[in-house]
């Protein structure tokens, strides 16, 4: 079996806007030139809060308090790869002043009906319409044929590939 890694993602709003990163500078990068994003892997002993808060901080040098995340959902991510991810998906506003540079990417502030035109992962492309369309906590599980194609999504235990 896979080990799990457990994982964070924030979408930082600002207005009808969301803080991306374009994944262009990291070298043996799953997301090369995808756009994502802020987020990455727990440290011992955080708490999913605790983790994005940290990578928030780390990778935008923006220091948001706890109580302004907002927890959406949880994402299963399976590849044919062998990855197995568990990844905590939140959203939190964004203050006013710019990003720090990111030794990641460069950041992008791109209007929310626009991102379905940047180069996502496809399942992306179905939680930015749940982030849209829902304020509840769901639970989606997506799994990729080894050729990074989406070949199952189960929102809430019910498939909508189907």
């Not at 994982?7 to 994944?23: I, Q, V």
């Not at 935008?60 to 949880?74: A, Q, S, W």
């Not at 989606?140 to 050729?147: N, Q, S, T, V």
Request: hydrophobic share 35%; proline share 4%.
């Amino acid at each position: 079996m896979s080990e799990v890694q457990l994982t964070t993602l924030c979408y930082l709003e600002r207005g009808d806007e969301y803080l991306m990163l374009h994944r262009i500078s990291k070298k043996n990068d799953i997301n090369k030139d995808k756009w994502i994003g802020v987020g990455g892997h727990f440290e011992d002993l955080e708490s999913p809060e605790e983790c994005i808060r940290r990578e928030v901080l780390e990778e935008t040098g923006y220091d948001i308090p706890l109580c302004d995340f907002e927890y959406r959902g949880m994402i299963t991510f399976i590849s044919d790869k062998g990855d197995y991810e568990l990844m905590s998906l939140f959203t939190a506003p964004c203050p006013l002043e710019e990003p720090k540079p990111c030794d990641e990417g460069e950041f992008s502030f791109v209007k929310k009906e626009d991102v379905y035109d940047l180069n996502l992962w496809e399942g992306d492309k179905i939680f930015f319409r749940l982030l849209q369309e829902r304020k509840d906590f769901f639970s989606l599980k997506m799994a990729y044929d080894k050729e990074d194609n989406l070949r199952e999504a189960i929102l809430d235990g019910k498939d909508i590939l189907k």
